[in-house]
């Protein structure tokens, strides 16, 4: 007769253990990060470090997210505190960490968790059932002010995406969390019509003009785009788009908006969103190209050089028409 021994069941640590345990520095791996991982070339992100990369698992076969950063201690800090973060909800958990040699140069290999489900953005892209309404974007809006209610920390560090920047944020002072109202407003912009308020003439990914408009307030609601969108969210953008922080809706006014809180009275007004940003599916990549190297190496320019440009004259919006017509031949 064979008699079983019963396995051991591994206890799981305390929280006080987790803790203990996140705050120990992250020693990265010397190991080549392809003796466990498959890296492919499916990019999941773009920032300021660059391109994030799906990667896998070969004795697992699970799919995780590679961020590369060049080994320094700015990047080791980094490192350091997204793995003490990592357990805490709402942030992306860092698995491993690799020390590797690319082209030359040391570089951090970061492997975090993979969030499943994608952008927004192409999600409404690959929609089948109907257009975009002006209500599902209430939903959403719904859910990301809610979530901005709990922040309260004051900015100090230029850190940015060209779209979504306030204008505070291009200049010398301190920012609050009233910078994000703008960034909200403007991705708020961009579900409702498919392109963005603010954008470069010179093919750059923050020009001296766009940065001219950002801090002047300077855009429209073109038609036809825009044309049966509801005055209500009009108004709201507008508020949200105040280039005088003071002036600019908290997000607890934002909650309070009549147009966040009858949500059921918001027209279910199909939208050209998912039609523009299936029509410039081959432009947003390039213009992600041109944010990541511009992210890279940006600095904040204090020198402001203001131009004469036409607000309603929408440079990435042209081209994206002009593209559609060369394909299918220009409207009647």
């Not at 951090?108 to 089948?128: K, P, S």
């Not at 979504?164 to 200049?171: C, F, I, N």
Request: proline share 7%; hydrophobic share 30%.
């Amino acid at each position: 007769m064979y008699t079983m021994k019963p396995i051991p069941v591994q206890q799981l640590p305390t929280q006080q253990q987790q803790q203990q345990q996140m705050a120990m520095p992250r020693q990265p791996k010397m190991t080549p990060i392809t003796e466990d991982y498959d890296i492919s070339n499916t990019v999941l992100g773009l920032g300021i470090n660059g391109k994030v990369v799906q990667c896998m698992s070969k004795s697992t076969g699970q799919k995780y997210a590679l961020k590369v950063l060049h080994d320094n201690a700015k990047a080791r800090r980094e490192v350091e505190l997204h793995w003490r973060a990592s357990g805490c909800r709402n942030i992306v958990n860092v698995i491993d960490v690799y020390e590797n040699s690319y082209s030359g140069n040391r570089c951090l290999l970061v492997v975090m968790e993979c969030m499943e489900g994608g952008e927004l953005f192409q999600r409404i892209q690959e929609r089948q059932d109907g257009p975009f309404t002006e209500r599902e974007l209430n939903i959403y809006m719904n859910d990301s002010f809610r979530k901005e209610t709990f922040i309260k920390d004051t900015l100090q560090t230029p850190c940015y995406t060209p779209y979504y920047v306030a204008p505070e944020v291009l200049g010398p002072e301190k920012y609050d969390k009233s910078c994000d109202i703008w960034s909200l407003g403007v991705i708020m912009y961009i579900l409702l019509c498919g392109f963005p308020p603010f954008y470069s003439n010179q093919g750059l990914a923050i020009s001296p003009g766009m940065k001219a408009r950002i801090r002047t307030g300077q855009y429209d609601f073109p038609n036809p785009e825009w044309k049966k969108v509801s005055q209500a969210a009009k108004d709201l953008i507008k508020d949200m788009l105040n280039v005088e922080p003071e002036k600019r809706l908290t997000i607890e006014q934002v909650m309070m908006n009549p147009w966040i809180r009858r949500y059921t009275e918001v027209p279910q007004t199909p939208l050209h969103t998912g039609r523009m940003l299936k029509e410039g599916e081959e432009i947003w990549p390039e213009v992600q190209e041109e944010m990541t190297r511009s992210l890279a190496n940006m600095r904040v320019d204090y020198e402001m050089h203001i131009k004469n440009l036409d607000s309603s004259n929408n440079a990435l919006l042209n081209k994206r028409r002009k593209r559609v017509e060369e394909k299918t031949g220009p409207k009647e």
